[in-house]
T-cell receptor
Framework: GENVEQHPSTLSVQEGDSAVIKCTYS??????FPWYKQELGKRPQLIID?????GEKKDQRIAVTLNKTAKHFSLHITETQPEDSAVYFC???????????FGDGTTLTVKP | EAQVTQNPRYLITVTGKKLTVTCSQN?????MSWYRQDPGLGLRQIYY???????DKGDVPEGYKVSRKEKRNFPLILESPSPNQTSLYFC????????????FGQGTRLTVV
């Protein structure tokens, strides 16, 4: 089955700096890669996603890049703000298989 | 509004007293899943279901049961809860055919004393 590894497990940055979280996956058939943000005590919610036919996607300060050859994808947050502090999860899934496999999460702390 | 609804949100119970956490989704999703979340351990999958009457074990199924008699509902059953099942539980659903993101319920914080 699919295996997703996420690094780092914790990340601390100064406000205004950039943050990068990386995930690798094992199943080359995986073709959908979402990122979720989970604030303390709340449910994980989608912040950005990318499909395997695209190499990069951007939404304001958030971007995701995908390298299918190397089987890794990364979340980039620029100009970080204290409200970006949360746990971020990556995931991978493939068409018609349902099951989404999650990484173990990264706790991001943005210091004012 | 598309949503996944879990009940109850908070529950304190005693060891051995059977309980059920309900999960319902209104998006006609085929796939539903239960996760538990403990500090530092991410989301660990308990059970999942690809469709009605189809369920399968996740990574940590011991001590839990599920059923999928209707497409919209996927209850989590703890027949004899123990203190090590104290955790934050999330139900999630997603569309298999569309292969889009997972939608999570609000979470159920369970304490077993």
């Amino acid at each position: 089955g699919e295996n997703v590894e996420q690094h780092p497990s914790t990340l601390s940055v100064q406000e205004g700096d950039s943050a990068v979280i990386k995930c690798t996956y094992s199943d080359s058939a995986s073709n959908y890669f979402p990122w979720y943000k989970q604030e303390l005590g709340k449910r994980p919610q989608l912040i950005i996603d990318i499909r395997s036919n695209v190499g990069e996607k951007k939404d304001q300060r958030i971007a995701v890049t995908l390298n299918k050859t190397a089987k890794h994808f990364s979340l980039h947050i620029t100009e970080t703000q204290p409200e970006d502090s949360a746990v971020y999860f990556c995931a991978a899934s493939k068409s018609n298989a349902g099951k989404s496999t999650f990484g173990d999460g990264t706790t991001l702390t943005v210091k004012p | 509004e598309a949503q996944v609804t879990q009940n109850p949100r908070y529950l304190i119970t005693v060891t051995g007293k059977k309980l059920t956490v309900t999960c319902s989704q209104n998006m006609n999703h085929e796939y539903m899943s239960w996760y538990r979340q403990d500090p530092g351990l991410g989301l660990r999958q308990i059970y999942y279901s690809m469709n009605v009457e189809v369920t399968d074990k996740g990574d940590v199924p011991e001590g839990y049961k599920v059923s999928r008699k209707e497409k919209r509902n996927f209850p989590l059953i703890l027949e004899s809860p123990s203190p090590n099942q104290t955790s934050l539980y999330f139900c999630a659903s997603m569309s298999v055919s569309a292969n889009t993101e997972a939608f999570f319920g609000q979470g159920t914080r369970l304490t077993v004393v």
